[in-house]
């Protein structure tokens, strides 16, 4: 079946830091991938998406590149802000958009 | 505001009794999903509903059942609830247009 594997954090780093968390993905067909965001108290979030191979999600200085040929879909930000500490959640959707299948969250802390 | 409401927001309970838990949107969707939330495990889907008529078991449905009153209205049941149903349980809407799913605050339940 579907599956998604995500680093385990938590991922601490200082302000304006450089962000990278890993998210790889196993599926049948040709998922759309996402990224979810939880913030502290709150339900998810949906923060970008890519629904083919080589687009680009991006929303609030987050990217992630939907790569077919490494099954990954790594999230990156260039500069970190205390208000960025969240959990993020790599996911796929199932061929017909109706299920989605989650990795087991990466917990950011940044510090001022 | 349109919104994904989850009531109680907290539950003590203890072990053996039955609980419900309730969701309610004013999206207009009319698919719904609840899901449970574990450290390091991700969200893991326990029922799923694409109409009123039509009500499915995910992975995790042992222990649980759900009802959907109305279009708006999907609730969950632990009939005897256990230690290890502690746990954040999460309710999603999607329109059948899109692949974004739309969660609500979360209920923490804890079984003593």
């Known amino acids: 079946g579907d599956s998604v594997t995500q680093m385990e954090g938590p991922v601490t780093l200082s302000e304006e830091a450089f962000l990278t968390i890993n998210c790889t993905y196993t599926a049948t067909g040709y998922p759309s991938l996402f990224w979810y965001v939880q913030y502290p108290g709150e339900g998810l979030q949906l923060l970008l998406k890519a629904t083919k191979a080589d687009d680009k999600g991006s929303n609030k200085g987050f990217e992630a590149t939907y790569r077919k040929e490494t099954t990954s879909f790594h999230l990156e930000k260039g500069s970190v802000q205390v208000s960025d500490s969240a959990v993020y959640f790599c996911?796929?959707?199932?061929?017909?958009?109706?299920?989605?299948?989650f990795g087991g969250g990466t917990r950011l802390m940044v510090k001022p | 505001d349109a919104d994904v409401t989850q009531t109680p927001r907290n539950r003590i309970t203890k072990t053996g009794k039955r609980i419900m838990l309730e969701c309610s949107q004013t999206?207009?969707?009319?698919?719904m999903y609840w899901y449970r939330q574990d450290p390091g495990l991700g969200l893991q889907l326990i029922y799923y509903s694409f109409d009123v008529k039509d009500i499915n078991k995910g992975e995790i449905s042992d222990g649980y059942s759900v009802s959907r009153q109305a279009q708006a209205k999907f609730s969950l049941s632990l009939e005897s609830a256990i230690p290890n149903q502690t746990a954040l349980y999460f309710c999603?809407?999607?329109?059948?247009?899109?692949?974004?799913?739309?969660f609500g605050p979360g209920t923490r339940l804890t079984v003593t």
């Open positions: 996911a796929l959707s199932d061929n017909a958009g109706n299920m989605l299948t």
């Open positions: 999206k207009g969707h009319d698919r």
């Open positions: 999603a809407t999607k329109p059948v247009s899109s692949y974004e799913q739309y």
